[in-house]
């Protein structure tokens, strides 16, 4: 099946324009992320200034919220170790097997 060459053209002009358009907002989306990670910085810097003023000067302490990024927050399934402990660990700690396949901990 054969396409007509204006319609192709066009299409082809279309995606053209889309990638061009992409680029330039990949580059407004750093620019702007680079905006805000320094006003979340600057923001913290000024919350704990202020606090520290109101107490140095009318002695009254002030909660401070901080801004934090959240990409630097560890992962929750790298953290968890579910790995086998042992039998031997398991019997120390007092955790064995029921007969009916149910764990049970000894109490302590």
């Known amino acids: 099946m054969w396409i007509a060459r204006d319609i192709y053209d066009s299409l082809n002009e279309s995606r053209i324009r889309a990638e061009a358009r992409e680029r330039l907002l990949e580059g407004q989306i750093t620019t702007l992320n680079a905006h805000l990670e320094w006003m979340r ?6 919350s704990f200034e202020r606090a520290e003023m109101l107490k140095r ?3 009254i302490d002030v909660p401070v919220p901080s801004f934090e990024d959240p ?8 953290t968890m170790d579910f790995s086998d ?7 120390k700690l007092g955790i064995d097997w029921a007969p009916d396949g149910t764990l049970t901990y000894a109490k302590t």
Do not use: W
């Open 41 to 46: 910085v600057r923001l913290t810097e000024m």
């Open 57 to 59: 000067y009318l002695h």
């Open 71 to 78: 990409t630097n927050h560890p992962d929750p399934n790298q």
């Open 85 to 91: 402990i042992g039998d031997e660990a398991a019997k």
